[in-house]
């Protein structure tokens, strides 16, 4: 009997290592198309930008943190160790030890508030802006409406339902792709006023730098400035139901010229 319980609870053990394991490496099977790239995408605006410079100089001063504590520790047990016969100190209260601990944090901690806060207030100022879109989120699709323009459409993906169930090879920007792409001119400043029409979703595009929820009965307000004509790919970043993850964001940034022309072509028809 005690057997018996010991060999189950064993197969369970073995079960419970195997099975994280075979769903690690059925994830790493099916996701050919996976991004691996480490760190942020390659920033294309202000806020892309400090964020980016933003996020570098904290991880640098972790990293800083990390090879000082370890090193004083790994070295103190080295060079402390019992078999070199060494003396623990006895003291049991060091007002210096206390200061120099208090301090020193205080003035990290203002090192990298100071930036932080710079950059909140560069993201959050969306005063002079040259444009305002309306971006509105609906299960499972967006809407974008340009204010000064009388342009209306919704956006929507494009990606079809065969790729999705592996009845046919999966395209390049597999669930990145939609039917009709968000066209904004470069070298604008845009305010994007962001809501959402049934439940909360999040409009999130990495290399704008922007990422807002987007709240029924709530207008949210942020704003982007394109340096380099491209293509920008986000998705819903805030899970709202059965398709969050089929709802994809696609940016495409335009000369002045090649965007006075699209919204030409818009509101002709
Ligand atoms: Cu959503």
């Known amino acids: 009997m005690m057997r018996i319980w010991r060999s189950n609870r064993t197969r369970r053990a073995v079960a419970g290592v195997i099975a994280p394991i075979a769903v690690a490496a059925g994830t790493f099977a099916s996701s050919a198309h996976a991004e691996w790239a480490l760190n942020f995408q390659k920033p294309v605006t202000p806020i892309a930008h400090i964020q980016y410079d933003l996020h570098m100089l904290i991880l640098w001063i972790c990293v800083a943190i990390?090879?000082?504590?370890?090193?004083?520790?790994?070295?103190?047990?080295?060079?402390?160790?019992?078999?070199?016969?060494?003396?623990?100190a006895n003291f049991s209260h060091s007002t210096k030890a206390e200061v120099i601990w208090t301090v020193i944090p205080i003035l990290i901690l203002i090192g990298m508030a100071i930036p932080s806060t710079q950059a909140l207030i560069m993201m959050e100022d969306t005063t002079a802006s040259d444009m305002t879109i309306k971006i509105t989120g609906y299960q499972w699709k967006w809407r974008y409406q340009y204010l000064d323009n009388d342009i209306d459409y919704y956006s929507a993906l494009e990606t079809p339902r065969s790729q999705i169930e592996n009845n046919a090879p999966k395209e390049e920007h597999y669930l990145l792709e939609v039917d009709k792409h968000l066209v904004l001119p470069v070298n604008k400043k845009i305010r994007l006023l962001i809501t959402a029409n049934d439940v909360i979703h999040a409009w999130w595009v990495p290399a704008l730098g922007a990422k807002k929820d987007a709240i029924p009965g709530f207008i949210n307000e942020i704003w982007t400035q394109i340096d380099e004509p491209g293509t920008y790919r986000g998705q819903c970043a805030e899970l709202c139901g059965k398709d969050h993850g089929f709802m994809p964001i696609v940016v495409d940034a335009v000369s002045e010229d090649d965007f006075n022309a699209w919204v030409q072509n818009q509101t002709s028809q």
């Open 66 to 88: 990390f090879v000082l504590v370890f090193g004083i520790m790994f070295y103190s047990l080295f060079a402390h160790r019992k078999s070199k016969r060494a003396h623990a």
